[in-house]
């Protein structure tokens, strides 16, 4: 079985401070590794994953997360905070191909980006 | 490129009645999922398909629950009755079979319904 722990439901960091969100997942297999952003009454977008490689991942906007096996962590980073930023943030694992690729869920993390 | 379509984006109904909900996912893609999304929680999923074929349904409370994908293009996915604790967004992703370089799943904005 797999699951994803964000810790902090709710993140706030003021506007050009450093963003870390927090993801731990537990797994008995290597895991892929997702983050996604969802904005108010929008679907889910794809920051970030990872798969097999390189442990430290670029994404989209800014963000990037990197694979610790050691700590079976997966923490979202970005150096410096935007208003655009604010939303709320999905860490996901999946285990292809046994899974058929689908996505366990965190409960999320919103962030909040004050002036 | 037009991304996965949801329709409607607000349902309210009262309880005991039908509902559905319909996905059209981004051309090309084989595989089609549909999540539920409680209030403060993170999606969970309902169903997924490969094709026209459900290979996952153990979450589907299928009492209540069903769906289909004649086609293998776009689903429905139905509630009859539906309950009060059934108030939550129903999201509809799609992705590639196997999904390509790490299974990028694409979601559409989402049903949100309201059970009264």
């Known amino acids: 079985a797999q699951s994803v722990t964000q810790l902090g439901s709710h993140v706030s960091v003021s506007e050009g401070a450093l963003v870390l969100l927090r993801c731990n997942y537990s797994?008995?297999?290597?895991?892929?590794l997702f983050w996604y952003v969802q904005y108010p009454n929008q679907g889910l977008q794809l920051l970030l994953k990872y798969t097999t490689g390189a442990t430290l991942v670029k994404g989209i906007n800014g963000f990037e997360a990197e694979f610790k096996k050691s700590e079976t962590s997966f923490h979202l980073t970005k150096p410096s905070a935007h208003m655009s930023d604010a939303a709320e943030y999905f860490c996901?694992?999946?285990?292809?191909?046994?899974?058929?690729?689908?996505?366990?869920f965190g409960k999320g993390t919103s962030l909040l980006v004050t002036p | 490129e037009a991304g996965v379509v949801q329709s409607p984006r607000y349902k309210i109904i009262e309880k005991k009645q039908p509902v559905a909900f319909w996905c059209n996912p981004i051309?090309?893609?084989?595989?089609l999922y549909w999540y539920l999304q409680n209030l403060g929680q993170g999606p969970e999923l309902l169903i997924r398909y490969e094709n026209e074929e459900a290979v996952d349904d153990s979450q589907l409370p299928k009492d209540r629950f069903s769906a289909e994908r004649l086609k293998g293009v776009d689903s429905t996915l139905k509630i009859q009755p539906a309950e009060l604790g059934d108030s939550a967004v129903y999201l509809c992703a799609s992705s590639e079979i196997g999904g390509g370089a790490g299974n990028e799943q694409f979601f559409g904005p989402g049903t949100r319904l309201t059970v009264l």
């Open positions: 996901a694992v999946s285990h292809p191909p046994n899974s058929g690729y689908a996505l366990n």
């Open positions: 797994s008995s297999v290597p895991p892929y």
């Open positions: 051309s090309g893609h084989n595989t």
